[in-house]
């Protein structure tokens, strides 16, 4: 399963995903006081540009519950974090298989 987690409040999560063509695809998951975020250690403290906590770009690989790697965006702004895909077995991909 490939979800996204993002501080946010369910209804932006639900039109992001909607919006993105997601539904059935990737889980949109919200964490709306940030607390999922703070908890990882992902916080970005965004207060004085944004209002407040914001989350970093990382993806997670986790199996049976237990985080397997962790993958950070060193800079804030690309998507290297997504880099972690490549080591995804095929059952986790969202694609059906032929």
């Not at 369910?10 to 975020?37: N, Q």
């Amino acid at each position: 399963m490939i979800s996204c987690v993002s501080v946010n409040d369910p209804f932006v999560m639900d039109a992001w995903g909607k919006s993105t063509h997601a539904d059935g695809k990737i889980r949109m998951l919200a964490d709306p006081r940030g607390e999922f975020t703070i908890a990882l250690g992902m916080d970005l403290d965004c207060k004085q540009i944004l209002g407040g906590i914001r989350s970093q770009k990382y993806s997670l690989v986790i199996e049976d519950g237990k985080i397997q790697s962790i993958n950070v965006d060193p800079e804030h702004t690309g998507l290297a974090c997504l880099l972690c895909i490549k080591n995804m077995r095929a059952s986790d991909s969202p694609v059906p298989k032929r």
